[in-house]
T-cell receptor
Framework: RKEVEQDPGPFNVPEGATVAFNCTYS??????FFWYRQDCRKEPKLLMS???SGNEDGRFTAQLNRASQYISLLIRDSKLSDSATYLC???????????FGTGTRLKVLA | NAGVTQTPKFRVLKTGQSMTLLCAQD?????MYWYRQDPGMGLRLIHY???????AKGEVPDGYNVSRLKKQNFLLGLESAAPSQTSVYFC??????????????FGPGTRLTVL
């Protein structure tokens, strides 16, 4: 089993739609969680950190479910500019090691 | 404030040639990383460094060497390139603050093709 698993997609959604991605992790000792966005042929950039209480940033909401060992990302009112690959990243807490998922590809259609 | 920069951006090598990739960061970060990204796979850690003069192996270190002689620079070397090393290479850095939510900052990547 992979340490961090994501549905690769692609998720094709119309503009204005709401879309959600999940990411599961296998190590219950994982401490911190992130969603990164990666545009085609570019470097990953932090979208959101995922806190235990959940957090929201504009149209984006991230949730953590420790009991079931998954994190989620919800995007409301999708824009064309949201088209990208979304990477789930898990850190063991204070250590050097970050585990990356393979990414979920989102295409927002006009 | 340039963040993390990488040189070169693109390179084509022949099998057996050597090269060095340079990563530089101006954020005074302690930790630096080298990853490779291949289709269908997540970023995989090649080597990392927790401070000037220190390096350690990551998940896929074979065929690569690194050096961190200055805090702001992290070099990745390929001594004898192989086609299996065709990939996109990303450098990243992060701060060494206590706490769990330390963001990694990435460079723009180096696209390497080995023929």
């Amino acid at each position: 089993r992979k340490e961090v698993e994501q549905d690769p997609g692609p998720f094709n959604v119309p503009e204005g739609a709401t879309v959600a991605f999940n990411c599961t992790y296998s190590n219950s000792a994982s401490q911190s969680f992130f969603w990164y966005r990666q545009d085609c042929r570019k470097e990953p950039k932090l979208l959101m950190s995922v806190y235990s209480s959940g957090n929201e940033d504009g149209r984006f909401t991230a949730q953590l479910n420790r009991a079931s060992q998954y994190i989620s990302l919800l995007i409301r009112d999708s824009k064309l500019s949201d088209s990208a690959t979304y990477l789930c990243v898990v850190n063991m807490g204070g250590t050097y090691k970050y585990i990356f998922g393979t990414g979920t590809r989102l295409k927002v259609l006009a | 404030n340039a963040g993390v920069t990488q040189t070169p951006k693109f390179r084509v090598l022949k099998t057996g040639q050597s090269m060095t990739l340079l990563c530089a960061q101006d954020m005074n970060h302690e930790y630096m990383y080298w990853y490779r990204q291949d289709p269908g796979m997540g970023l995989r850690l090649i080597h990392y460094s927790v401070g000037e003069g220190t390096t350690a192996k990551g998940e896929v270190p074979d065929g690569y060497n690194v050096s961190r002689l200055k805090k702001q620079n992290f070099l990745l070397g390929l001594e004898s390139a192989a086609p299996s090393q065709t990939s996109v290479y990303f450098c990243a850095s992060r701060d060494y603050r206590q706490g769990f939510y330390n963001e990694q900052f990435f460079g723009p990547g180096t696209r390497l093709t080995v023929l």
